[in-house]
């Protein structure tokens, strides 16, 4: 009896280790840098209009809709923590415009810093 109790005990234990541990699952940073350089100089641009959006036409196309100044370091960046669900596969593809101008076409993984460079 005391051998078939054990195991039960020992099932259980290792049971609710699994459970705590899978159940700890911490959601990681959703970061978008944008690092723009001047396309005659190479360096970088300070103070470039960044905007992450959904073009018109996208039936969610206000959903996401974020700018940013790049910094000294000539890069904007974007937090998107609030919007990424845990579980969700994928995040989104966003256009990318620069002082007005669409540069680009970005896709977004989710938990992850991604970095784009463009030129202006």
Do not use: H
């Not at 259980?12 to 001047?38: A, H, Q």
């Not at 196309?61 to 100044?69: E, G, H, Q």
Request: glycine share 4%.
């Amino acid at each position: 009896m005391t051998t078939a109790s054990n195991y039960i005990k020992s099932a259980i234990l290792l049971l609710l280790v699994i459970f705590t541990i899978s159940s700890c699952y911490k959601k990681k940073d959703t970061i978008v840098i944008v690092n723009v350089l001047d396309s005659v100089s190479n360096e970088m641009v300070i103070g470039a209009n960044v905007r992450l959006m959904y073009l018109a036409g996208n039936p969610d196309s206000t959903r996401i809709d974020v700018t940013a100044a790049s910094n000294p370091q000539g890069q904007a960046v974007f937090n998107f923590n609030e919007l990424y669900q845990s579980g969700q596969a994928g995040f989104a593809v966003l256009d990318l415009l620069v002082n007005g101008t669409k540069v680009s076409v970005i896709q977004i993984e989710e938990e992850v810093t991604t970095e784009e460079t463009v030129y202006i």
